[in-house]
């Protein structure tokens, strides 16, 4: 019983386009969200994150919108840069002090 | 900086033996957690802990278990490592409170295969 889906194991992108990474969640309680990024051999490190109160946020070259009614999140990258090349990770909560769920991830290939 | 460390990044076990896996951090979190990454699986929570001597358990628990004797230090025990248990075993930490809880930080990770 997933509760927070990555339905893209993975994804290529010719560097400079953009990259879309998509994540579907079950559980109506969430009202936090993140992305984590993963280089092999390393852990993941914290991307962004959107609240529930809001539909987007943006940092730098990465967005992260978010669509309540259909509980789905998304993570754009413009343009991406051939280190982008990572795992990424989505992940919910609610609050309190539960911890984070997350998708099985999507390993992203940005092609020179 | 928030600094989460492990014990080791690789390691090789036999089967049935006991393996402690060590995990520190610097920053005075109250939180800390173990996952382990497998393909196709994502992150698995193990166990959690939010305090000193308190622990809870994650989605996978079984065949571990778990030791928070000083706030910075988490260890996670196999009481008897099995060929299924090999993975890679990821540490985190994070602040209690509402909003800054979420945002974990993870260590390293160690690769962990028994024989």
């Not at chain 2, 600094?3 to 939180?31: A, I, P, W």
């Amino acid at each position: 019983d997933q509760q927070v889906k990555q339905n893209s194991p993975s994804l290529s992108v010719q560097e400079g386009r953009i990259s879309i990474l998509n994540c579907d969640y079950t559980n109506s309680m969430f009202d936090y969200f993140l992305w984590y990024k993963k280089y092999p051999a390393e852990g993941p490190t914290f991307l962004i994150s959107i609240s529930s109160i809001k539909d987007k946020n943006e940092d730098g070259r990465f967005t992260v919108f978010l669509n309540k009614s259909a509980k789905h999140l998304s993570l754009h990258i413009v343009p991406s840069q051939p280190g982008d090349s990572a795992v990424y990770f989505c992940a919910a909560t609610n609050s309190g002090n539960t911890p984070l769920v997350f998708g099985k991830g999507t390993r992203l290939s940005v092609i020179a | 900086d928030v600094k989460v460390t492990q014990s080791s990044r690789y390691l090789v076990k036999r089967t049935g033996e006991k393996v402690f896996l060590e995990c520190v951090q610097d920053m005075d979190h109250e939180n800390m957690f173990w996952y382990r990454q497998d393909p196709g699986l994502g992150l698995r929570l193990i166990y959690f802990s939010y305090d000193v001597k308190m622990k809870e358990k994650g989605d996978i628990p079984e065949g571990y278990s778990v030791s928070r004797e000083k706030k910075e230090r988490f260890s996670l025990i196999l009481e008897s490592a099995s060929t299924n248990q090999t993975s890679m075993y990821l540490c985190a930490s994070s602040l209690p409170h509402r909003r800054a809880q979420e945002t974990q930080y993870f260590g390293p990770g160690t690769r962990l295969l028994v024989l």
